[in-house]
Nanobody
Framework: QLQLVESGGGLVQPGGSLRLSCVAS????????IGWFRQAPGKEREGVSC????????NYADSVKGRFTISRDIAKNTVYLQMNRLKEEDAGVYYC????????????????????WGQGTQVTVSS
């Protein structure tokens, strides 16, 4: 059974930092493309960042570029999202997702690339 479990969310003031974790089970990261998504109340889910199966290719939404960093620890089968200089508009439920059906040399930030999703972790940014 394939499973993704997010953690690390919480309440932070604007300008603060959080690190989200996504632990994968049932598969190993070198075989999967992993993405981070978020959804704010009343808004559509949007892609935030992703990392290819090799780890050589990463992508970021323009809104988080330069502030967020995606990384992985193969030994722990975990993908991280380091979020710095957080803004109120960054708030929402953050999900990690995997493409378990195929691999490619690059990753995309569109929902259609992913078929397995975690339960999400809440990120609140407020003063």
């Amino acid at each position: 059974q394939l499973q993704l479990v997010e953690s690390g969310g919480g309440l932070v003031q604007p300008g603060g930092s959080l690190r989200l974790s996504c632990v994968a089970s049932g598969f190993t990261l070198p075989n999967k493309i992993i993405g981070w998504f978020r959804q704010a109340p009343g808004k559509e889910r949007e892609g935030v960042s992703c990392i290819s199966n090799s780890g050589d290719n990463t992508n970021y939404a323009d809104s988080v570029k330069g502030r967020f960093t995606i990384s992985r620890d193969i030994a722990k089968n975990t993908v991280y999202l380091q979020m710095n200089r957080l803004k109120e508009e960054d708030a929402g439920v953050y999900y990690c997702a995997a493409n378990t059906l195929y691999v490619q040399a690059w990753c995309g930030l569109e929902n259609r690339h992913y078929n397995s999703w975690g339960q999400g972790t809440q990120v609140t940014v407020s003063s």
